[in-house]
């Protein structure tokens, strides 16, 4: 078993579940801080864009996925893929979250924000069975800078807490509203995506 597995497992073990608006789950301490680290080391730069329309498909082409290409090229990427692909990580997710995972294809998008970026409260697809959110920076002006939660009537419920190596994770479905309200960004919003989704994924090259 990785560091990272071990790490996952022990985060897993001691989320805290909400229920309200919609089932989902708040961690701490998802991966080791050698790995957090070392994926905000990646030479990777904050893409320009100059126009924001509330989706990430508005700006595909600017978009980061540890892919086999990517694994390739940096041990770190590699060594994540390894821990959300470990069958005892999948079997815990399944545990706490009640779902079938068994035939889920893993996603994992590397993404960071700046100012001006900001996110339509939205429905995940259908294709993705598990989304989780890993938030990465460390600058305290970020302090605010958690996935927004809504409900059904489109109200504000709550937003999650951000902060270096903090997690989020909902089942998508009809109502599991989130997204990110307009507001400043100080700093670069870096966070992981990861999703496990079904075969039906159309671009494949996502996928790790």
Not at 56 to 85: H, I, K, L, M
């Amino acid at each position: 078993m990785t560091s990272d597995t071990a790490a996952i497992l022990r985060s897993i073990s001691a989320v805290q579940a909400e229920s309200s608006p919609y089932p989902h789950w708040l961690l701490s301490d998802v991966l080791t801080e050698e790995t957090c680290d070392g994926i905000r080391a990646l030479p990777v730069t904050p893409p320009t864009i100059y126009r924001f329309d509330g989706t990430r498909e508005g700006n595909n082409d600017t978009r980061s996925y540890f892919n086999p290409d990517t694994c390739a090229r940096f041990p770190v990427c590699a060594g994540v893929v390894a821990s959300f692909q470990a069958p005892e990580v999948r079997a815990a997710f399944e545990r706490t979250c009640g779902i079938d995972l068994s035939a889920g294809r893993l996603r994992i998008e590397y993404t960071l924000d700046t100012d001006g970026f900001w996110l339509e409260s939205h429905c995940d697809i259908t294709v993705k069975l598990f989304t989780m959110l890993i938030y990465l920076s460390k600058e305290p002006e970020l302090a605010d800078a958690g996935t927004d939660v809504y409900d059904e009537q489109g109200n504000h419920v709550k937003r999650a807490p951000y902060g270096p190596n903090l997690g989020f994770i909902f089942i998508p479905g009809k109502n599991t509203w989130h997204g990110f309200t307009k507001r400043p960004i100080r700093g670069v919003r870096r966070s992981l995506i990861v999703n496990y989704v079904t075969d039906a994924w159309r671009d494949r090259w996502e996928l790790a």
